[in-house]
């Protein structure tokens, strides 16, 4: 008897020790007595309420983030290739298929909405980023998606899936979404490679008739330098011949005038005297007299 | 009745005794309510021959701190101490044990917890008979049961389905032809969706009370709404996808596309019928996805593929055209710019010999004559060389004085001078003169 006694008084006092809690200092308690809320916000401390079965105690990190991923393909495979198309894959504006992975990071802002009002809010976070997701790239290009990257899409994600989630009051904060992958599905991956090639070709073709174009222009342009160059050298050239000539032509004009018969006889007789040595032949005939050509044959 | 909830009032003030025989209700909850509420002599009675007495007798010392039954506690150890009655002791002590345990079991099916999360229908023999919305503690009468309904905010996503739209004649073809897919619409969808709802709340509804009872009888659990629901949204989602066209889900027009507009319709014609149906309230409908169903998507990839293709032609086309015309274009400047320089050259030089003339004209001009006797004698020197022959008249000016002889007082400057340039100045440019000599080239 004794020890029943014992063990019921044990069996109490472990009862009602069910009723001691603690909250932590990250952390806030949602305590509800009979089912009814009766503190939101219990501050981290010992706090002494009813035992098991009447109070119950919720604790949340408020400071925590909380993840959710869409278009995990691990959980894909899991389903397996034939029952749903795949969970990663979204249709963009101009009827390409995508691969996105993201993952959304949220914070809880109202503890007490976050329990009570949402039956799974992580669900609810996960297929209203889902949808999200849908309708942003719904309206985009594969081509601009994949060229804008991961971060652009990212933020407009994160806008669309805010929208959506403000009508749950779920008491949560989405602090970020963050792509994971974005890429063309795996079975044309190749294609995609390839226009990425003749996308650089392209690139690279113009470039070379740039560098081209700039090559030729800038030879035409050094070409027309020197041809001007050079006329204005020729222009420069015959100027000064023609002054030294004149010059020269008026200084013997000066000296001429103080004796021009003399001068003229002079530079006459001068001329005759350098040039007339050098004539292979010289003839000297009587006015009226004919020549005989022939005798400039036998000479040579 | 009204002692059980005078005792729950109780509860209360003095929580942790209380709570103790609360929890313990269906042993020994007994010994409790007769020591607080049950007249005083019925208490007494049972503790008399109570064989089980020590119990009561312990439990009471564990909380005589806490429970203003000095009372029971003098009673009790009365009882103790006068307890030999034996014999018929121990079966009074069974009876009070049942009747006690019988007592508590009553009290305890006469109340229930409403959770923050809940609301309860009180049901009588599974009639619905009054809803507590108030979280909290409540009280019924022992035979009346609980259905608790959990109103939190409820989401539901079945698998995709596949839907037609309203391109759906030209499937066959769009399989057999990647490149005419963007002339022709597209291939069936496969569609997700998912639906937010719950059952009505106050805070939407202020005669949500119906709508929860209408649930109650109607539908009555989460899994058969659901069941419900996707019936409905999945009926009413092929319909709405079959007057749309693939380019209303996905265009690269934002005027284009439907979709905002379609979650939209659904939700407010789903919510009326919901509600009045089912006691169902939606708080939305949202397409979370569409894509290609995985039957066509072979084909799909083939089409993307073919694209891909198109646009990397594209690209090299392009490429080519443009660096074409950068050619072409740098070409044609080229030679512009080289005109330019040949025109400039040109006119420089021009110039040039232009400003060469002046210059010599204006030297010249101070006397022509003596530039042209000057210029005649520096021809000579140019055109006449080792090849020329020279035949020269005797009597030509140069040679008068050889033939002759020394005139006297004859006049030889004028005709030096004079006459020098225009006798021997023929060659090939003026022909015979008066007295001029004739030159003649090589043979």
Not at chain 2, 198 to 214: E, Q, S
Not at chain 2, 223 to 245: F, N, Y
Not at chain 2, 341 to 356: C, F, L, N, S, W
Request: hydrophobic content about 35%.
């Amino acid at each position: 008897m004794k020890w029943f006694v014992a063990a019921v008084i044990a069996g109490a006092i472990a009862y009602l020790a069910t009723g001691i809690y603690t909250v932590g200092t990250d952390e806030r308690a949602v305590v509800r007595r009979f089912g009814a809320v009766i503190d939101e916000h219990a501050e981290p401390g010992l706090h002494i309420g009813l035992p098991w079965g009447l109070d119950r105690v919720d604790l949340v990190k408020p400071s925590e983030t909380k993840t959710v991923k869409i278009g995990d393909r691990a959980t894909d495979r899991a389903i397996g290739p034939s029952l749903a198309p795949s969970l990663a894959q979204f249709l963009t504006g101009d009827q390409n298929l995508v691969i996105v992975e993201a993952t959304v990071q949220y914070t809880i802002t109202d503890p007490t909405r976050y329990l009570f009002s949402l039956a799974d809010p992580a669900e609810v976070i996960t297929r209203a980023a889902e949808s999200a997701a849908s309708t942003t790239l719904a309206g985009k290009s594969i081509d601009s998606v994949l060229t804008s990257g991961k971060d652009a899409l990212a933020i407009l994600i994160k806008d669309t899936l805010e929208q959506n989630l403000r009508r749950y009051e779920m008491g949560v904060e989405v602090r970020s979404v963050s792509l994971t992958e974005l890429s063309p599905p795996p079975q044309v991956v190749d294609a995609f490679t390839r226009a990425a090639s003749a996308r650089s070709d392209r690139e690279r073709l113009v470039l070379e008739a740039k560098t081209y174009a700039n090559e030729k222009l800038a030879q035409a342009r050094s070409e027309s330098q020197q041809r001007t160059d050079r006329a204005r050298a020729e222009h420069a050239r015959a100027v000064d011949l023609a002054r030294s000539e004149a010059e020269r032509f008026v200084a013997l004009l000066y000296e001429y005038r103080k004796a021009p018969a003399v001068a003229a006889a002079r530079m006459y007789l001068e001329t005759i005297a350098e040039i007339v040595p050098r004539f292979r032949a010289k003839l000297i005939i009587d006015r009226g007299q004919d020549v005989d050509l022939t005798i400039m044959r036998d000479q040579p | 009745m009204h002692n059980e909830s005078d005792k729950h009032e109780h509860d209360h003030s003095h929580a942790p005794s209380e709570s103790h025989g609360h929890s313990h209700n269906h042993d020994h909850n007994h010994g409790h309510s007769h020591g607080h509420s049950h007249p005083h002599s019925h208490a007494h009675d049972h503790g008399h021959g109570h064989h089980d007495h020590d119990h009561d007798h312990d439990h009471d010392h564990a909380h005589s701190h806490s429970h203003d039954g000095g009372h029971d506690h003098h009673h009790h150890d009365h009882s103790h101490v006068h307890g030999p009655g034996r014999g018929g002791s121990i079966k009074r002590a069974v009876v009070t044990c049942v009747t006690a345990g019988l007592v508590g079991l009553v009290a305890w099916s006469a109340c229930f917890f409403v959770d923050q999360t809940e609301y309860v229908y009180v049901l009588e023999f599974g009639r619905p008979v009054r809803l507590c919305v108030e979280p909290g503690l409540g009280f019924k009468l022992p035979y009346q049961s609980v259905r608790r309904l959990d109103r939190r905010l409820q989401m539901y996503s079945p698998p995709g389905s596949t839907m037609l739209t309203r391109d759906r004649p030209q499937i066959g073809q769009a399989a057999g032809d990647a490149r005419s897919r963007a002339s022709l619409g597209g291939p069936p969808l496969s569609v997700d969706w998912y639906v937010c709802w719950r059952i009505p709340t106050a805070k939407a509804n202020a005669d949500f009370k119906k709508g929860v009872l209408r649930f109650v009888l109607s539908v009555g659990s989460i899994p058969a709404a659901q069941d419900r629901l996707r019936e409905r949204i999945d009926s009413m989602l092929k319909a709405r996808v079959g007057e749309m066209s693939l380019a209303e889900f996905v265009s690269l027009d934002p005027k284009d596309i439907g979709l905002d507009r379609l979650m939209r319709e659904l939700t407010e014609q789903i919510r009326r019928d919901a509600l009045d149906q089912f006691g169902i309230e939606i708080v939305d409908v949202r397409i979370k996805r569409f894509n290609h169903p995985e039957a066509v998507k072979p084909a799909i990839f083939e089409m993307i593929r073919a694209e891909r293709q198109g646009v990397a032609k594209k690209y090299r086309d392009e490429g080519k055209s443009e660096a074409d015309k950068i050619r072409s274009l740098a070409d044609t400047e080229r030679a512009e710019i080289l005109a330019k320089a040949a025109a400039d050259a040109e006119r420089i030089r021009g110039e040039g010999e232009a400003q060469a003339m002046r210059i010599a004209n204006a030297a010249h001009s101070q006397d022509p004559e003596f530039y042209q006797f000057l210029k005649t004698l520096e021809t000579y020197r140019a055109i006449l060389n080792e090849k020329t022959t020279i035949v020269l008249s005797s009597e030509s000016n140069l040679l008068r004085l050889l033939t002759d002889g020394h005139p006297a007082a004859t006049s030889t400057k004028p005709p030096a001078k004079q006459s020098a340039p225009a006798a021997n100045g023929a060659g090939p440019a003026s022909s015979g003169p008066p007295g001029g000599g004739n030159t003649e080239g090589k043979p």
